[in-house]
């Protein structure tokens, strides 16, 4: 038993698992991006909700728990046995090292005033060898690396949190119109909030050149039959309400959107039709019926347009009906007797023009429920602070030796770094002048 | 308009800047190294001139943002980054023959930027999707990460380079260019860099994305692909520390990491994505 959990304990903790690991995902995730949804593989499709992908996640969880857990006392033993310094750090040490000075009083204080100068805390050892000064910096280094392991499990909770608790929907609202229940994607059903949003107004505004500027949704959130909140909606600039975060994620034109149509007869003009999508009416020869297919704020780049279809003496017949046929028809000139869908005096004796469209606009909210959020945010933090402490902070230990020796007295200052060790040898050659400028004094 | 002419003039320099290196690499005279270094610095001043004229430009229209708002302005900040990174290396290394390997990089992007069909250096207002204080923050980190890798890359062709031809040509050649493990460590270390950076890179641009797309993480193919660069010198790094992993394995590790980060950059943009303005 013990034997196979060993075997088990050092196939988790080994980092060439760490590794293949790591190059799995990579090679998945490129795949995933490459094969298009629809046609795709069904699981690979759907690569990050897939059986296979909580494994692997598992599996890289496990193996960061156990490697972190298993090299913690490597670490700690660091962080400890700092004092004395290791028995060979003296032996073989260059001349550029190495002051000899005379009186071994002086030498001590010059090396205690030197250090302490520079660094806070200095602690002094007697020892066989000689007098031992040491100061220690930067032990919070040594942890960088647990922070980093622990942000990407905190991250991968979140992960995990946010798909158990959360939700998120995309709901269309009209101007004027509310909703309380909203549709779940991924076929979850519906999910009732205990108060009604609704879409006082949308607004869509163009900079000169015709780019979008500005999309604003004004919203008010209703609880029995009060408007509790008002606010607004831009991209970038979501609205909290209740734990649900509402963005603007898209909008378009009602279908609610009014044309008004007029048609010529031989007695002169018809008054002004107002009409929506679906909606028939009565034309005056041959008990004929029109049928607006559609309204169209902007179609094939030719401006505002109605679809209408009539139906006279069994005979059925199709057509738009453009805002500016006048100018369409300048520019395309036999356009209305080649392409009789675009001729709106289609149906004889009939001639109907449009006179205006009064948009009406749909706007699209996103609404979110994350509680995995925060937990994201502390991992992206703990992130951070990680990277910044392995690569930015050094463990740095400086040990200088002060021995009497037969003639004279040696002073030795060496150190060790767990990084940088080019930045380690700066402050020490440094450290070397500054205690023979003491000496000298 | 005078930035983009500004733009075009330094893409110029860049090229002798290059040339000049590769006469160092040929002729083996620093003098070649200097004058290259000179122009590559010269070229760096006026680039920076020409970017804070655009982004004083886009105030006196109105506009007022920083030059990062579609491909054009962020390939010329790519080419910044990349040419600031190399000479505070070139600087710190005081050898000059990595020159050769980055220096055409900042040439080529510049290049594209002026010529590649269909980009536009007009300075244009920021649409709804871009108008947020993350912009600066999110694309200034990814790009400072991108331009290490950038540094990464070119250490790692010259360690490749050198390590093939080190056999062949006599020491004289070999002494000239950096030592082998001096162009390793530079590998890690501006991997690192590029690491840290793209992780800042990465978090920034969640926190925006939950801003603006409601979710800080959805599988987009840049946020895919940026993670899969990300993992690759997550590999790296893991590699060198834990199983020593040196020279050239290295060196190919920074080549590829490199691949993936162009693809993340320019790739992407052949499959749908939410990135669609870059």
Redesign the interface.
């Given at each position: 038993m013990s034997k196979s959990k060993n075997v088990l304990r050092s196939f988790f903790s080994s980092i060439k698992l760490t590794i293949a690991l790591l190059v799995l995902l990579v090679l998945l995730f490129m795949a995933a991006t490459f094969i298009p949804r629809p046609y795709g593989i069904a699981w690979l499709a759907d690569l990050y909700h897939s059986p296979l992908f909580y494994i692997l996640m598992g599996l890289l969880s496990i193996n960061l728990i156990i490697c972190s857990i298993n090299r913690l006392p490597v670490t700690l033993r660091q962080c400890k046995s700092t004092h004395p310094p290791p028995s060979v750090l003296f032996e073989n040490l260059e001349n550029e090292r190495i002051i000899f000075t005379d009186k071994i009083d002086a030498a001590c204080r010059a090396v205690d005033a030197s250090l302490t100068a520079k660094f806070s805390s200095v602690k002094k050892l007697k020892t066989a060898k000689g007098i031992i000064f040491y100061r220690e910096g930067g032990r919070f280094s040594l942890f960088g690396v647990y922070i980093v392991h622990l942000s990407i499990l905190i991250i991968i909770a979140a992960a995990i949190i946010g798909s158990v608790f959360g939700l998120e929907t995309d709901v269309h609202l009209q101007e004027g119109e509310s909703a309380s229940v909203i549709q779940l994607n991924k076929d979850k059903g519906p999910y009732q909030l205990d108060f009604s949003v609704r879409c006082d107004q949308f607004v869509v505004e163009f900079y000169h050149t015709g780019a979008p500027k500005t999309y604003r949704s004004d919203l008010s959130f209703i609880r029995e039959g009060n408007v509790v909140h008002k606010g607004s909606v831009l991209v970038n600039h979501p609205l909290t309400f209740e734990g649900f975060r509402f963005y603007q994620s898209s909008y378009g034109i009602s279908p609610e959107t009014k044309a008004v149509l007029t048609y010529t007869t031989a007695g002169g003009k018809s008054t002004d039709i107002m009409v929506k999508q679906g909606d028939v009416f009565q034309l005056p020869a041959k008990k004929a019926r029109a049928t607006v297919l559609r309204v169209e704020e902007n179609i094939m780049q030719l401006g505002p347009a109605v679809k209408l279809s009539i139906e006279a003496d069994k005979k059925h017949i199709q057509f738009w009906v453009f805002q500016h046929i006048k100018e369409i028809a300048e520019v395309n000139p036999g356009l209305l007797s080649e392409v009789p869908l675009f001729n709106p005096g289609l149906f004889k004796p009939l001639v109907f023009s449009l006179k205006t469209i009064e948009k009406r606009y749909y706007t699209g909210l996103r609404v979110v429920r994350d509680p995995g959020v925060p937990f994201a945010l502390t991992g992206g933090v703990f992130l951070l602070v990680g990277l910044i402490t392995i690569y930015f902070t050094a463990h740095q230990r400086i040990w200088v030796l002060v021995e009497q020796q037969p003639q004279r007295v040696k002073i030795s200052v060496n150190g060790i770094s767990n990084r940088y060790s080019t930045s380690l040898a700066g402050k020490l050659n440094r450290l070397r002048q500054r205690i023979s400028g003491e000496i000298a004094t | 308009m005078t930035d983009t002419v500004i733009l075009n003039y330094v893409t110029f320099i860049y090229f002798t800047s290059f040339v000049l290196y590769l006469f160092r690499m040929i002729f083996l005279k620093e003098f070649w190294a200097r004058l290259a270094s000179f122009l590559a610095w010269t070229g760096f001043f006026a680039h920076t001139f020409a970017l804070i004229l655009r982004w004083k430009a886009s105030y006196n229209l109105g506009f007022g943002h920083a030059p990062l708002s579609n491909l054009y302005e962020s390939l010329v900040f790519f080419a910044w980054s990349i040419i600031i990174l190399y000479l505070a290396v070139e600087w710190r290394i005081k050898n000059k023959s990595l020159g050769a390997f980055v220096v055409p990089i900042t040439f080529f992007t510049m290049a594209y930027a002026s010529i590649a069909p269909g980009i536009n250096n007009r300075i244009?207002?920021l649409?709804?999707?871009l108008?947020?204080n993350w912009l600066t923050t999110h694309v200034v980190t990814c790009f400072m990460g991108y331009a290490a890798f950038t540094v990464a890359f070119g250490c790692g062709l010259l360690y490749l380079w050198k390590s093939g031809k080190e056999a062949k040509y006599s020491p004289m050649f070999a002494e000239k260019l950096p030592p082998l493990p001096a162009l390793d460590l530079l590998i890690y270390q501006s991997a690192?860099?590029g690491?840290?950076f793209l992780?800042?890179g990465i978090?920034t641009g969640?926190?925006?994305a939950?801003?603006?797309?409601?979710?800080?993480?959805s599988?987009d193919?840049k946020e895919?692909?940026s993670?899969?660069t990300w993992?690759?010198y997550?590999?790296m790094i893991?590699?060198r520390y834990?199983?020593s992993w040196h020279g050239k394995r290295l060196a190919v590790l920074a080549v590829i990491g490199f691949a993936c980060m162009l693809f993340t950059y320019l790739g992407?943009n052949l499959?749908s994505s939410l990135h669609s303005y870059l």
């Open positions: - | 244009e207002p649409i709804p999707a108008q947020s690192a860099l690491f840290v992780a800042i978090i969640s926190v925006w939950h801003y603006a797309w409601g979710a800080y993480w599988w193919p895919t692909w993670l899969i993992l690759v997550a590999i893991h590699a834990v199983r992407v499959l």
